[in-house]
């Protein structure tokens, strides 16, 4: 073979090379996940779904909210699957007929975050004392005020603590984890936190834990697949591989696997 044809056929296979790997890249499916911003900001999404995508070819779109706006995009067809952490909202999800099942994925916990100096005196294992404590010394408290997951558990806390006046210092961001957790440290107020966005914080400045340990701080987190009978364009059967995936020992090892200097963040909990 001359050098000439050589090239040439080198040249034809390059071609057919990238036309194939052109070919793979449009077969790719891809399918919309809502889910919170505490999955999204800890970092634990960028560790677990390239592992989903080498087993499964894959692509998952993230639209990261807070737990209640990530079910209401659900409701309007604009998901295939959901990932939160509000278990009585998921089953009010279930029931609504929005999906035909909630399956238990990992826990961590929520903390309750404040300067280390702690004027308020509300450290310790007992959040709602320490609730309590931060509303009668009128100390700065970032909340979410954003309907998410988080802000749903901080509101349960406030009403176990019996506290309709939670203060001057109490303002409402109406936004995700990370910014929250920013304002508390510019303000060197106190915040409830999930414990992995916390760990994956970059911004603490004063700001340490404290406040964990006591069972109420428990944070579960689910998922679901949007059932097609509420939105026939939704890519369940795809949907349902993701879930499959990531209750089984691969995606659980990936997220045990998940660690920050050391410290893991998400512990897996899949019932099979």
């Given at each position: 073979m001359t050098l000439h044809k050589t090239l040439r056929r080198g040249a034809a296979l390059t071609c057919l090379a990238a036309l194939l790997g052109l070919a793979s890249t449009a077969r790719a499916e891809t399918i919309t996940m809502a889910s919170t911003t505490s999955t999204e900001q800890s970092g634990l999404f960028a560790h677990l779904l390239p592992a989903f995508k080498k087993d499964s070819g894959i692509d998952i779109k993230v639209v990261a909210q807070g737990t209640g706006q990530?079910?209401?995009t659900a409701r309007r067809g604009d998901a295939d699957v959901v990932f939160v952490h509000d278990q009585a909202a998921e089953e009010k999800f279930v029931s609504e007929g929005y999906a035909q099942k909630?399956?238990?994925v990992m826990y961590n916990d929520f903390v309750l975050i404040g300067p280390a100096k702690d004027p308020a005196k509300a450290q310790g294992n007992d959040i709602v004392a320490a609730l309590n404590k931060l509303a009668a010394a009128n100390a700065p408290f970032i909340s979410r005020g954003d309907k998410s997951g988080t802000h749903a558990a901080e509101l349960r806390y406030w009403k176990q603590a019996g506290v309709?006046?939670?203060g001057s210092g109490y303002k409402e961001c109406g936004c995700g984890m990370g910014p929250a957790l920013n304002m508390a440290s510019s303000t060197n107020g106190y915040v409830l936190s999930d414990r992995g966005t916390w760990l994956s914080?970059?911004?603490?400045?004063d700001?340490?834990?404290l406040v964990e340990g006591d069972k109420r701080l428990f944070n579960q987190y689910g998922v679901m697949v949007v059932d097609p009978a509420k939105h026939a364009h939704v890519k369940s059967a795809a949907a349902q591989k993701f879930v499959d995936w990531?209750?089984?020992?691969?995606?659980?090892?990936?997220?045990?696997s998940y660690k920050i200097n050391g410290q893991q963040l998400f512990f897996p909990n899949a019932q099979k």
């Open positions: 990530a079910l209401d909630r399956y238990p309709e006046n939670k914080f970059k911004n603490p400045g700001l340490k834990v990531v209750t089984s020992k691969a995606g659980q090892d990936t997220i045990a």
